[in-house]
């Protein structure tokens, strides 16, 4: 009895390694099978607690590395897997599928520039009444994400050379090759010629300076963490992907649109950098949370859109990307929203409030269309 209690305690203390390695176990059983309630509760448990501890490994490695790099892996990391998932689904999914990588693509930058910079905003004014970070680094994260979705969302409507809101091949060659090299282009700005401007900044706009409550882990832990992360991210994709029937059963039941299940599911994905977003708010660290909010909505189109475009060799039937007029007016209000948030380089409660009234409008639009 003792040695089992010891074994029980061990394993406790030591569940952000079992855990990501047992949903990934989970996740292999039940991939497309009929599943019982008994076990989609349980596969919903190990989902929850993969995202907890993915968040976990992203701080072990950001405080390895240091920051921008840390949120950066973070980012690029889940939507490398997503967009593996988008193109798995659309190559077996046929025209039902058409739509998917815009869907996706716009709940992610919905989800990421009002939801998750949103909570951050109102997380860190709670704690210090304004939230101060670094307008330079902010700005520019901003006019790439919207130069993005505007390359590959919004002129999609208005092409005339394929019908519908679509690319032609060679239209949709040139959003591809110019979203990897203007992700790429950021990222070297980010990590690179700019890092400062990326950095957390004091109330008074100075350089925070590294926090010393810990020492740095461990060049054999943070690569221990860089795959147990990984591990956790793909459980993470995976076992949404695996409770879809479900909510799309619910979401049918309830007559909702067939849109919310796509929501939904980009809810879940996006939980890691949502989680990890606001407590780096509760560490008044809310230029870290605007790094993996715009990071992950610039990384979402700046991976996607390539990856669809080698997809589209083989696909079959229409690729659907331009959105239609209510979604770009949600995003056309985003953007002026953001920027007016991001240039003072200041935000306050008011701020945190009109990005989650946004947050709140497309959902209730994805609801009731």
């Not at 209690?5 to 855990?19: C, D, G, H, S």
């Not at 993969?50 to 490994?57: G, N």
């Not at 054999?220 to 029937?245: I, N, Q, R, Y």
């Amino acid at each position: 009895m003792g040695n089992t209690l010891y074994i029980i305690r061990n394993v406790l203390k030591r569940w952000t390694f079992v855990i990501p390695l047992l949903a990934l176990a989970t996740l292999g059983l039940a991939w497309g099978r009929q599943l019982p309630v008994a076990v989609v509760v349980v596969v919903a448990l190990l989902l929850a607690g993969a995202v907890l501890a993915a968040v976990h490994h992203a701080e072990v490695i950001a405080h390895r590395v240091g920051e921008p790099f840390g949120s950066l892996v973070l980012a690029v990391a889940v939507t490398v897997i997503e967009v593996a998932l988008i193109v798995s689904l659309m190559v077996s999914g046929g025209d039902q599928t058409a739509s998917l990588a815009r869907d996706t693509v716009f709940a992610a930058v919905m989800i990421t520039c009002n939801g998750i910079v949103g909570l951050s905003l109102l997380t860190g004014t709670l704690r210090r009444r304004v939230a101060v970070f670094n307008a330079e680094g902010s700005g520019g994260a901003l006019a790439t994400v919207a130069t993005l979705s505007t390359l590959s969302l919004v002129l999609p409507t208005f092409t005339t050379s394929a019908r519908g809101p679509a690319f032609s091949p060679a239209q949709l060659g040139f959003a591809a090759v110019v979203s990897l090299a203007l992700y790429g282009l950021f990222v070297l700005t980010q990590t690179v010629r700019h890092r400062d401007y990326f950095l957390p900044v004091t109330p008074e706009g100075a350089e925070q300076a590294p926090a010393e409550h810990a020492p740095k882990p461990e060049t054999s832990t943070a690569m221990a963490s860089l795959g147990l992360l990984l591990t956790a991210l793909v459980a993470v994709v995976g076992l949404a992907k695996v409770e879809s029937p479900v909510i799309e059963a619910a979401v049918s039941t309830a007559g909702l649109p067939q849109a919310v299940v796509g929501v939904v599911i980009a809810l879940l994905v996006l939980l890691p950098e949502t989680i990890a977003a606001v407590r780096a708010a509760r560490r008044d660290q809310v230029q870290i949370s605007l790094n993996l909010a715009l990071g992950s909505a610039m990384a979402s189109i700046g991976l996607t859109i390539p990856a669809i475009s080698v997809a589209s060799i083989w696909l079959e039937g229409p690729l659907l990307l331009g959105l239609g007029a209510t979604h770009l007016v949600l995003l056309g209000l985003t953007f002026v929203v953001t920027t007016l948030t991001v240039v003072p380089g200041r935000a306050t409660l008011l701020q945190s409030g009109v990005h989650l009234v946004l947050f709140a409008a497309f959902l209730f639009l994805a609801i009731s269309p």
